[in-house]
């Protein structure tokens, strides 16, 4: 079976980055390296969930603070939300309001890319905005953040351009 250029997506990853267990947020990303802006952290494939499966099985289980909003369309052609569940790093980047780390869908291909939005020096955690309303206090607030409306928020990242 021949392959046309469409069917291949370069898969890229920093090699520089590791995954350190026991932060005040969990496990999180780190620069092992200086990262220069624009550079691509991580290509990650995502898998698509239903609006039903999420409401039924995911919404009630860990995975729910794993999921990011990803673009769904009705019969009718009007565009909804639904969930994808990332593989790879992209599911290990915590929030932060200073976020270092930007990331783009590309619907079509099912992937999401993350980038440097800024020139991020060695020892700094990687991290994306997950929005204003989260889900849980943020250890980067000295005061408690007002808990959310119980959706996940890192669909609300202010530079996902699609
Ligand atoms: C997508 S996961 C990120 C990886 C996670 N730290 C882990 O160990 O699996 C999202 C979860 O990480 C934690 N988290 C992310 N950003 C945080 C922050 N700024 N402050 C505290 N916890 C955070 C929350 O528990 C959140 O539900």
């Known amino acids: 079976m021949t392959e046309s250029a469409q069917d291949q997506i370069p898969l890229r990853r920093a090699c520089h980055v590791v995954l350190r267990l026991n932060t005040p947020k969990g496990r999180g990303v780190f620069a092992e390296r200086d990262i220069v802006a624009g550079e691509v952290i991580e290509t990650c494939p995502v898998l698509i969930l239903s609006p039903e499966e999420n ?63 800024r020139d991020i020096p060695r020892g700094e955690e990687l991290c994306i905005s997950y929005g204003s309303r989260l889900t849980f206090i943020d250890s980067d607030r000295r005061e408690a953040t007002p808990e959310g409306d119980g959706i996940e ?10």
Do not use: C
């Open 55 to 117: 409401k039924t099985y995911i919404e009630k289980t860990e995975l729910y603070h794993y999921t990011y909003n990803w673009p769904d369309y009705l019969a009718d052609g009007t565009q909804t939300m639904t969930q994808a569940i990332v593989f790879g790093l992209g599911s290990m980047f915590n929030h932060s309001n200073n976020q270092n780390v930007g990331w783009e869908r590309n619907v079509e291909q099912m992937i999401i890319t993350y980038r440097a939005v």
């Open 153 to 162: 928020q890192l669909n609300q990242i202010e530079l996902d351009s699609n």
